[in-house]
């Protein structure tokens, strides 16, 4: 079973969920936050295997092209672009979706493979954990985070994604059977999470929320799952120790309040989830 967990916004707290929820699970925890993943400096895993992430773009043969500029049209990304006699690519706009190479009537386009990215495989305290880097610059995930989701096991796999609702968050809910929201009890927190509810909801993923930093009153956020007959699966109550045990890069769920905490909210994934 796949169990993404997301947030509408940045900073809600959505690794420190995955992180210690993968613990308490016993899942495997996979980081699509390709363009910042954090994971790693909490769980801290041995990494045993590392794979390089290829893309592929178009290489113009100039003894066969008649710059007839077919492919610039055929290109919907702008990455091709015809100067003078010359056809110009801009690599990092290539989509590596093949259709100059079709429109090409020369037969003058092949394709060549560059790195954006890699992927790395590790384990800690019993459980598998991989996560896909982003290369500095590069522009595109996706290729990054479907490489990373490739191959996922059929045992617990707690996928991290992206913050917001971008397609790099759409990428990485493709593979999943069930949801975590995360949010923090703010106007601003709320706006947010709707638009990731929206998103989860176009998908028919089954989803809870979990309400990071609560401040334990009935915040707008409650009133929300209320009003909306949203389940809340559990909170996490606002905390300067757990400030104190992040800003360390410690796991929180080695900490014996903490871990309480967690134990009682896989507890209630697995209910509310109907994963046993
Ligand atoms: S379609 Fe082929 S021949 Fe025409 S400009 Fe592109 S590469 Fe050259
Ligand atoms: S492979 Fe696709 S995105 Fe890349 S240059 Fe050709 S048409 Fe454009």
Redesign the pocket.
């Known amino acids: 079973m796949n169990i993404a967990v997301l947030s509408g916004k940045g900073g809600t707290g959505k690794t420190t969920v995955s992180t210690n929820l993968a613990l308490a699970l016993k899942a495997n925890y996979i980081d699509c936050d390709v363009e910042e993943p954090n994971g790693f400096l909490f769980l801290k895993p041995k990494i045993d295997k590392e794979e390089r992430v290829m893309v592929?773009?178009?290489v113009i043969d100039d003894d066969k092209c008649n710059y007839c500029g077919a492919?610039v049209n055929?290109?919907?990304?702008n990455?091709?672009a015809k100067v003078n006699h010359d056809i110009m690519?801009f690599e990092k706009?290539?989509?590596?979706?093949?259709?100059?190479?079709i429109v090409c009537k020369y037969n003058a386009i092949n394709y060549n493979k560059r790195e954006i990215g890699k992927i790395e495989k590790g384990n800690v305290r019993d459980i598998n954990c991989r996560r896909g880097i982003l290369n500095i610059g590069e522009p595109m995930a996706v290729p990054v985070i479907r490489e990373l989701l490739n191959d996922l096991s059929n045992e617990i796999n707690l996928i991290d994604c992206p913050p917001g609702t971008s397609c790099n968050v759409v990428n990485s809910l493709k593979h999943a059977d069930a949801a975590i929201l995360v949010t923090e009890p703010s106007e601003f927190g709320l706006h947010d999470l709707k638009m990731a509810v929206e998103l989860v909801k176009r998908y028919n993923i089954p989803f809870g929320i979990i309400i990071n930093k609560d401040d334990e009153k009935d915040n707008v956020v409650k009133k929300y799952c209320r009003e909306e007959e949203i389940i809340l699966i559990g909170t996490i109550p606002y905390s300067k120790d757990t400030a104190v045990l992040y800003s360390k890069g410690e796991i929180l769920y080695d900490d014996f309040y903490h871990k309480t905490i967690f134990d009682k909210l896989s507890k209630g994934v697995k209910e509310v989830l109907s994963w046993n």
């Open positions: 592929e773009y178009p492919c055929e290109c919907k990304f990455a091709l690519l706009l290539c989509h590596g979706c093949g259709a100059c190479k």
